[in-house]
Structures are given as structure tokens and as C-alpha cells.
């Protein structure tokens, strides 16, 4: 971390006491500490979080001790909460929370109490989705550990710092273009590459999430930056390009996305909430640990349409 980053602590505007906010790397990403929602979800709270996800990405409160009520309660606040079809009929969700879905490795009884192979390619949440997800939190309930040392972290990458960075050339081969994004195209990606370790989908499911198409160029809702919305993990095609030319230009998006210079890398620590923005960034997920439990809780909230 440069010298830069690390003085760059702030607290809200006006307090000399109270949560303070702590960039983690040059392009993206913030830690929250001070802050306990479980008995502060005050509007102030609510306003520095999405504050801190608006100007880094990817915001970590840390040291939260949260139940799935007061989870729902603070996502709540961020925005309406999605309606998971996926989770409850696949079991993965928290028991008696529907929309709440368990990230695990854990098996229980014979069965996966969570989906494990959540996030193996890069990608921003429900972009296959006709309103793809705005925010995610993802609360860290068990982290495996190695030496000492936490594993399964997750990366994340400012698509809004990519597209500020798009060279002329390339910026101009996607000005209007849009691009299909489908779920059965993922699943079918990560069944090719040997990643997928959950079932197939069924045509049920598959006939619940027809393809979409997003522009390739997005702005942001908030903030008003533009990001790239093309995703390693969803995104099928290029509209309007023959097969070969859309892949290439595909693979040139997402090898300019998944730069180093864009990255923050966050190893987890239990009582971790992570909340990132899907409109400003993607992530992918590092299988590194095994059978070494490791147990989280996922929310999102419904975005409005990507333009
Ligand atoms: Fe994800």
C-alpha cells in the first residue's frame, strides 16, 4: 500500500469521533471500522456506506456480528432486495430466509448447505439479468485458514477505472454496441471448464432466465462514470458481430479489465461485510482451501436497468 493510500483516513464530514473510512488500494477499495450496524443502522451509517461504495467500489465494514434479520434490515436500506428463484430451489438459502443465500463449501448430511462454486469466473452480479444487481453484501461467517494465513480471497476490479483507461482504438470498436448476456451460457462455460460443481440447470431454469442484452458501455446510476459490462462469466456475444471477431474483441475487453493496476485483492476475516457495487466492478472468487470450511451470506439489491 503506498504512503498515499495509508494517510487517507476520513470520517464523515463534521465528526471528530465515530466510524472511520481507510482506502486499501490505489483503484478500488475501502475498509469501514467503527461502525456496528447491528445497533447503529442510523441514515448516517446507511449514507457513509453507500458514500464509500460510490467513491471506492468495494467496502469492507469490519467486525460485525450480524444475524440474517439484521443483515436484511441494513440491505434493506440499500435498496430492494432480490427475489432469489435459484436459491430456494436449489436449497442454497439461509433456512426460513429465502432470498438469503448461503456461499459455502460445507457439506451437511449428505448435502451442500450452500453453493460452492460461487464466483469462478469474472463477473458482476446478475448482469444476465434484464435488472442486473446494483449492490451485493456478502457477510463472512467461517474463513479458511492455512498457516496462519486466510484463503478464498476475492478479487475485485474497477471497471470504471478499465474503461477511463480504454485505449482510443478500442473505445471507439465498442461506442453503441451492445452485448448478450445469458445465465445458461455460464453454466455451460463453467461446466466446459470444469468448474461447475453444482447440478446442471434444468429447462425450467433455464426458460426462467432468458438471454439479455446490455450495452457494452454503461453509466453508472449514481455516480454518472462510465464502466465496461462485459463479463468473463456471463457475457455470450457481441450484437451485430460475426462469432470469431465478437470472442476476440471479448477476450481484449477482459484481459484490459482484469489489469493488475485495477485490482484489490480482499482477504476475508470473519465478521467481514463486503458490499461492492456491480455497476462499478467485477470480482472472481480464489478456490484455494479445499475442504477447509469456509461459510458466508449473500444479499443483493435489484438495480434499476443498465443504460
Ligand atoms: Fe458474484
Known sequence: MSTHVATMLTRPAGASTGPQVRPLASALGA??????????????SVQLVLDSLHRHGV?????????????????????PI??????????????????????????ENGRNIGLMDAGAMWHADGTHLAQPDMYTALYALEVPHRDGKPLGD???????????????ALRQRIAGRKAVHSFTHHIEKKRRLGD??????TEAQKAEVPDVEHPIVTTHPVTGRK???VTEGHTARIVGLPEAESEALLEELWAHIRKP??????????????????????HLAIFD??????RMHRLETVGPVPT
Open 82 to 107: 432480490k427475489k432469489s428463484s435459484y436459491s430456494r430451489a436449489n436449497s442454497f438459502c439461509v433456512p426460513g430466509y429465502p432470498d438469503m443465500m448461503v456461499i459455502s463449501n460445507i457439506v
Open 289 to 294: 482451501y479445499g475442504d477447509l470450511r469456509r
Open 59 to 79: 467496502v469492507v465494514v469490519r467486525d460485525q456480528k450480524l444475524t440474517p434479520d439484521q443483515q436484511t434490515a441494513f440491505m434493506e436500506k440499500l435498496g
Open 227 to 229: 464502466n465496461l459490462f
Open 154 to 168: 476475492t478479487l475485485f476490479t474497477s471497471t470504471a477505472e478499465a474503461y477511463d483507461a480504454l485505449p482510443d
Open 196 to 201: 461447475l460443481r453444482r447440478p446442471p440447470l
Open 31 to 44: 475498509e469501514i471500522i467503527g461502525l456496528n450496524l447491528a445497533t447503529h443502522l442510523t441514515h448516517d
Open 261 to 282: 493496476e485495477f485490482i484489490y485483492r480482499h482477504s476475508w476475516r470473519v465478521g467481514d461485510l463486503l458490499i461492492w457495487d456491480n455497476r462499478a466492478t467485477q
